[in-house]
T-cell receptor, first 114, second 116 residues
Framework: AQTVTQSQPEMSVQEAETVTLSCTYDTSESDYYLFWYKQPPSRQMILVIRQEAYKQQNATENRFSVNFQKAAKSFSLKISDSQLGDAAMYFCAYRSDDGNKLVFGAGTILRVKS | GAVVSQHPSWVICKSGTSVKIECRSLDFQATTMFWYRQFPKQSLMLMATSNEGSKATYEQGVEKDKFLINHASLTLSTLTVTSAHPEDSSFYIC????????????FGQGTRLTVV
């Protein structure tokens, strides 16, 4: 079974600085999808960024980018120019190519200091 | 993006009663919906996968007679917590998908259930 590990329970970043959240996963599959979701205090889950495993190019969405290392099974999220609104719990998630279940990591609480 | 509406946002019920939570996809047809449970500062725990017109698939350890799931249409799935007890108090979240593999899941805003 696939597993997703987020080794940082909590992280802090100064406003306008850059922070990287780590995520590793375990799978024997070659085709799959990876996601980062944000859960702010409202608890509404919001998709931050998505990566297809067959794509070598790292996904980017404005201030958010990933470092996808397929061989190392690593999928870190970099947040540049951090803003107060980025404070949330961030979940890394995995989905296999032939499945429809999302496997979530334990989450990382991100605090942004002004 | 697609919108998933979950209702109610919060509910308080007495121990022994049943409570129903609705999950609706407002602007797309959801072939599959998922129900999660989340404890404070913890991850989402998948309870069951709901496919329109068929029986839900429950995860190991989830009591199907306790948590009744119905997916009667392509836009509505319901979770009924039967004979609720205080230990059922939690945050319940649904998600819906259009059916294309690998696409993102769209989440409802969640329901906070408190059983007193």
């Amino acid at each position: 079974a696939q597993t997703v590990t987020q080794s940082q329970p909590e992280m802090s970043v100064q406003e306008a600085e850059t922070v990287t959240l780590s995520c590793t996963y375990d799978t024997s599959e070659s085709d799959y999808y990876l996601f980062w979701y944000k859960q702010p205090p409202s608890r509404q889950m919001i998709l931050v960024i998505r990566q297809e495993a067959y794509k070598q190019q790292n996904a980017t969405e404005n201030r958010f980018s990933v470092n996808f290392q397929k061989a190392a099974k690593s999928f870190s999220l970099k947040i540049s120019d951090s803003q107060l609104g980025d404070a949330a719990m961030y979940f890394c998630a995995y989905r296999s190519d032939d499945g429809n279940k999302l496997v979530f990591g334990a989450g990382t609480i991100l605090r942004v200091k002004s | 993006g697609a919108v998933v509406s979950q209702h109610p946002s919060w509910v308080i019920c007495k121990s022994g009663t049943s409570v129903k939570i609705e999950c609706r996809s407002l602007d797309f047809q959801a072939t599959t919906m998922f129900w999660y449970r989340q404890f404070p500062k913890q991850s989402l725990m998948l309870m069951a996968t709901s496919n329109e017109g068929s029986k839900a698939t429950y995860e190991q350890g989830v009591e199907k007679d306790k948590f009744l799931i119905n997916h009667a249409s392509l836009t509505l799935s319901t979770l009924t917590v039967t004979s609720a007890h205080p230990e059922d108090s939690s945050f319940y979240i649904c998600s819906a998908e259009r059916g294309q593999l690998g696409t993102e899941a769209f989440f409802g805003q969640g329901t906070r259930l408190t059983v007193v």
